[in-house]
T-cell receptor, first 114, second 112 residues
Framework: AQSVSQHNHHVILSEAASLELGCNYSYGGTVNLFWYVQYPGQHLQLLLKYFSGDPLVKGIKGFEAEFIKSKFSFNLRKPSVQWSDTAEYFCAVNAGLNTDKLIFGTGTRLQVFP | DAGVTQSPTHLIKTRGQHVTLRCSPISGHKSVSWYQQVLGQGPQFIFQYYEKEERGRGNFPDRFSARQFPNYSSELNVNALLLGDSALYLC???????????FGSGTRLTVV
């Protein structure tokens, strides 16, 4: 069965530290990849998405992600985090050509301290 | 512009009862999807509707049903509630499919 793994469940950083959140998926065919963020008390918001083309994707708020097909990975990065980045981050995969379903990982809780 | 609107925001039900959750998509969006987010987990796909037809169904029991109306709003119905149905139920709308998903703030259902 298709699945998404986020190995970092809880990450604690100081402001200005660099961030990398891991995401791996299990599906051998065509995939569309997403990172969503859920700030405390708010709804899920799209950070960035990959459909095709350049495997390095830039999103909002300085986030970027790199699709490495050989590793089935789509890791999220940010060079310098801010306190306002404190949130839950979800990786999601849309697997296959004939489905509109998103498969989410379990999420990574990021806490950034000033 | 109004985003995806879900109602109610919170509700508490007793085991065995029935519940109806509602979702109004962004104007012009014809696709509505429902997800269940249990505390500490990522959202899980329940249903997708496009142009009033069911386009996908997740691994949920028949107690869960949904429908989409001519104005593209949608209802999620859950019968014979169990404690394990306690979760945040999310609605997402898009023009079509996953490309432009916008999520609502969700309905927090507590079953006691």
């Amino acid at each position: 069965a298709q699945s998404v793994s986020q190995h970092n469940h809880h990450v604690i950083l100081s402001e200005a530290a660099s961030l990398e959140l891991g995401c791996n998926y299990s599906y051998g065919g065509t995939v569309n990849l997403f990172w969503y963020v859920q700030y405390p008390g708010q709804h899920l918001q799209l950070l960035l998405k990959y459909f095709s083309g350049d495997p390095l994707v830039k999103g909002i708020k300085g986030f970027e992600a790199e699709f490495i097909k050989s590793k089935f990975s789509f890791n999220l990065r940010k060079p310098s985090v801010q306190w306002s980045d404190t949130a839950e981050y979800f990786c999601a995969v849309n697997a296959g050509l004939n489905t509109d379903k998103l498969i989410f990982g379990t999420g990574t809780r990021l806490q950034v301290f000033p | 512009d109004a985003g995806v609107t879900q109602s109610p925001t919170h509700l508490i039900k007793t085991r065995g009862q029935h519940v109806t959750l509602r979702c109004s998509p962004i104007s012009g969006h014809k696709s509505v999807s429902w997800y269940q987010q249990v505390l500490g987990q990522g959202p899980q796909f329940i249903f997708q509707y496009y142009e009033k037809e069911e386009r996908g169904r997740g691994n949920f029991p028949d107690r869960f049903s949904a429908r989409q109306f001519p104005n593209y709003s949608s209802e999620l119905n859950v019968n014979a509630l169990l404690l394990g149905d306690s979760a945040l139920y999310l609605c997402a709308s898009s023009p079509r499919g996953v490309w432009g998903y916008t999520f609502g703030s969700g309905t927090r259902l507590t079953v006691v």
